[in-house]
T-cell receptor, first 114, second 114 residues
Framework: AQSVTQLDSQVPVFEEAPVELRCNYSSSVSVYLFWYVQYPNQGLQLLLKYLSGSTLVKGINGFEAEFNKSQTSFHLRKPSVHISDTAEYFCAVSFSGGYNKLIFGAGTRLAVHP | DGGITQSPKYLFRKEGQNVTLSCEQNLNHDAMYWYRQDPGQGLRLIYYSQIVNDFQKGDIAEGYSVSREKKESFPLTVTSAQKNPTAFYLC?????????????FGPGTRLTVL
């Protein structure tokens, strides 16, 4: 069965420090991978996506993620966070073939402190 | 500007009442989705529709109903049969005819049952 695991429910970090939010998936078929961000009481906004090609994907707001097929991971990174990056981050996976379902992880709350 | 609108942003209802949440999109997307979000649980799929006049149950459809009479609109009714309806509800849409499933989200409706 396909699934997505976000390994940390909360990540506290100081402003200007680097951050990594971890995401692992389980699938027997090819995948497409997404990271979304959600600010309080708002909808989800796409940060970046991996469809094919280069395994290092750059997104908005200085975020990037690396697809690692052998480790079935798609970790999100930012070299220097800002207070405004405080939000909930969701990893999501869709699978090639069949119904286009998007499976979401439980989310990671990033809290950036001054 | 193309996008997804949800109304109202906040909704209060008394126990035993049905309530309908609105979702409209002008992105010309074929597929539309409804998700429920509870703290610490990520997003759970309620219903989805890939084409007008057709829709399927998601993972937690009990106590909910939908209709898809127009491509642009996918209203969700929360019925009195839904045992715990207080939650944040998100509507999304996607282009159906592509292999991956990048979804675009509305701003959400927060439903509180008094």
């Amino acid at each position: 069965a396909q699934s997505v695991t976000q390994l940390d429910s909360q990540v506290p970090v100081f402003e200007e420090a680097p951050v990594e939010l971890r995401c692992n998936y389980s699938s027997s078929v090819s995948v497409y991978l997404f990271w979304y961000v959600q600010y309080p009481n708002q909808g989800l906004q796409l940060l970046l996506k991996y469809l094919s090609g280069s395994t290092l994907v750059k997104g908005i707001n200085g975020f990037e993620a690396e697809f690692n097929k052998s480790q079935t991971s798609f970790h999100l990174r930012k070299p220097s966070v800002h207070i405004s990056d405080t939000a909930e981050y969701f990893c999501a996976v869709s699978f090639s073939g069949g119904y286009n379902k998007l499976i979401f992880g439980a989310g990671t709350r990033l809290a950036v402190h001054p | 500007d193309g996008g997804i609108t949800q109304s109202p942003k906040y909704l209060f209802r008394k126990e035993g009442q049905n309530v309908t949440l609105s979702c409209e999109q002008n992105l010309n997307h074929d597929a539309m989705y409804w998700y429920r979000q509870d703290p610490g649980q990520g997003l759970r799929l309620i219903y989805y529709s890939q084409i007008v006049n057709d829709f399927q149950k998601g993972d937690i459809a009990e106590g909910y109903s939908v209709s898809r009479e127009k491509k642009e609109s996918f209203p969700l009714t929360v019925t009195s049969a839904q045992k715990n309806p207080t939650a944040f509800y998100l509507c999304a849409s996607s282009i159906e005819k592509i292999s991956y499933n990048e979804q675009f989200f509305g701003p959400g409706t927060r439903l509180t049952v008094l």
